[in-house]
Every structure is written in structure tokens, then in C-alpha cells.
Nanobody, 126 residues
């Protein structure tokens, strides 16, 4: 498994932007597809988006499509979540997760991911 640490969360006004980072330990980061999930108070953890091991494929939940962008830098063992046009309903704890399963494809189910970070809080004020 890989160890993941998220950062970059905070308080932002509606319409603003934040960029979350997730740094992975180990030398096998490029083998993992990476996902971002979020969990709001009283709600289940939900899929936000995912990126392939090479970075050439991404997939997003409809709720964030066109506003959020996932990218990765395998040389830095880091995956990013750029969040623009933030809304109050984006308020949640955001988690990154790693998926080493084969065949390599983008997965949306939280139980399909092997390793998780501790989460970072994003609060959007209206």
C-alpha cells in the first residue's frame, strides 16, 4: 500500500477556487490510478473524480464536471484537485485514494480503492 497525505483545504467564498494536493510515499506511485472523494456531514462518501496512472485519462462526477480538474505529477508523487467556481454544496472533507487493481481503469466505488489519506476540510461560505 501507499501512504497518502492531503493538503490545501480551507475556507473559501462561493465562486472561489482551491487546489488540493495529495502526496504519496513510495516509489510505485505511477502504478496507481488515483481518485478523489468527499464526505459532507451526515452524508455518505461520494466520488468526485479519478485520474489514470499515466494522467492521460480522467473521469468526473456530474456534480463537479467543468469546475474541478484532476492532474498528477508522477515525478513528484503528487495528485492535484483544482476546484473552481466553488459552491456551498462542495463543503466536505476531501480524500484522495489510490487504486492498484488490474485491469487498469478508472473506478468510482470507494471500496475499489486500496489506500486512503486522512482527508482535508474544504468549507465554502455562501
Amino acid at each position: 500500500q501507499v501512504q497518502l497525505v492531503e493538503s490545501g483545504g480551507g475556507l473559501v467564498q462561493a465562486g472561489g477556487s482551491l487546489r488540493l494536493s495529495c502526496v504519496a510515499s513510495g516509489r510505485t506511485f505511477s502504478r496507481y490510478a488515483m481518485g478523489w472523494f468527499r464526505q459532507a456531514p451526515g452524508k455518505e462518501r461520494e466520488f468526485v473524480g479519478a485520474i489514470s496512472w499515466s494522467g492521460d485519462s480522467t473521469y468526473y462526477a456530474d456534480s463537479v464536471k467543468g469546475r474541478f480538474t484532476i492532474s498528477r505529477d508522477n515525478a513528484e508523487n503528487t495528485v492535484y484537485l483544482q476546484m473552481n467556481s466553488l459552491k456551498s454544496e462542495d463543503t466536505a472533507v476531501y480524500y484522495c485514494a489510490a487504486d492498484a487493481r488490474l485491469p487498469r481503469r478508472l473506478r468510482v466505488g470507494m471500496y475499489e480503492y486500496d489506500s486512503w489519506g486522512q482527508g482535508t476540510q474544504v468549507t465554502v461560505s455562501s
